[in-house]
């Protein structure tokens, strides 16, 4: 069992709360946003790109040590074609104007999701984000794109039923650690906080399996709205929950 004392919680200093190793995002109500003020939808998602670039900053400011963010689901492509074709200019226009940047400031990004048949651009720029910032030692910036926990968690029961098939896995030596190393996440510590901002209160096929012991926030702000006074809201409330995993005594979060 992993050791919630010493892993999940880092003491940045006297004045910043206490706050976990890894926090994952979804970052809801862009489309309701740009609604209230009378704006297509494409412009909630500009808005919401300013409020991922200072997220992102808080994040560093804090000294997180993953952030996690869902950004476009497999199930979004079926939203009207030009509310796709506008994000997917919003990713383009985001690698080309933040991935130096974010390279400078030694984050290493990752990218989880199903690859198979996305643009080639798209994909290019998701190759070339990863490997520009591969050595890269500070904040693990985990952007899930394409992706949908069920479909994750189907490739790679996939993969795990090709070994048997060749021979290379018996079916009785399946553990929990042989399925979560076929993950997107394989490398990476679940979550310990999850963040959803819009008031909307379910995961929507996001970390299913990551998230068996995750703290939950749900926020009332939608997401272009999002600051960092409610970041450290949501660190404020994960501080004081009582962390279990199972255990019949509950672990306080220490420094």
Same mark, same amino acid.
């Given at each position: ?37 009378? *704006?297509? $939808?494409? %412009?909630? &998602?500009?808005?919401? /790109? #300013?409020?991922?670039?200072? !997220?992102?900053? &808080?994040?560093?400011?804090? @000294?997180?040590?993953?952030? +996690? ?5 497999? #199930?979004?492509?079926?939203?009207? %074609? ?22 400078? @400031?030694?984050?290493?990004? @990752? ?17 070339? %984000?990863?490997?520009? +910032? #591969?050595?890269?030692?500070?904040? !693990? ?20 039923? &090709? @070994? ?12 929990? =650690? ?6 997107? !996440? ?10 959803? !901002?819009?008031?909307?209160?379910? *995961? ?7 998230? =068996? ?25 994960? =501080?004081?929950?009582?962390? $279990?995993?199972?255990? /019949? ?7």
């Amino acid at each position: 069992m992993r050791d919630a004392i010493s892993s999940s919680m880092v003491q940045i200093d006297d004045e910043q709360p206490i706050v976990p190793r890894h926090v994952a995002f979804i970052m809801d109500g862009n489309g309701r946003w740009a609604q209230q003020r009378g *704006l297509p $939808r494409i %412009a909630g &998602h500009r808005a919401g /790109v #300013e409020s991922l670039r200072k !997220t992102i900053g &808080h994040a560093l400011k804090l @000294k997180l040590e993953y952030l +996690t963010l869902f950004s476009f689901s497999s #199930e979004n492509w079926s939203r009207p %074609a030009s509310e796709v074709d506008g994000i997917m200019g919003l990713l383009r226009r985001f690698v080309r104007s933040d991935l130096a940047d974010l390279n400078a @400031k030694n984050v290493r990004i @990752k990218i989880i999701g199903s690859r198979d048949h996305l643009p080639d651009d798209i994909l290019n720029y998701l190759i070339e %984000a990863e490997k520009t +910032t #591969e050595s890269n030692t500070g904040l !693990t910036l985990i952007v899930a794109f394409n992706y949908g926990a069920r479909d994750e968690i189907c490739r790679a029961v996939q993969k795990i039923a &090709h @070994k048997i098939a060749d021979g290379d896995l018996n079916p009785d030596e399946i553990t929990e =650690a042989i399925l979560g190393g076929e993950l997107d !996440t394989a490398s990476l510590p679940d979550p310990d906080l999850l963040i959803r !901002t819009s008031g909307e209160s379910r *995961l929507s096929n996001f970390l299913l399996w990551q998230s =068996a012991y995750t703290e939950f926030v749900f926020l009332d702000v939608l997401w272009p709205d999002f600051a960092e006074s409610d970041f450290d809201e949501a660190l404020q409330s994960f =501080a004081k929950r009582d962390r $279990r995993y199972g255990n /019949v005594c509950a672990t306080k979060s220490v420094v």
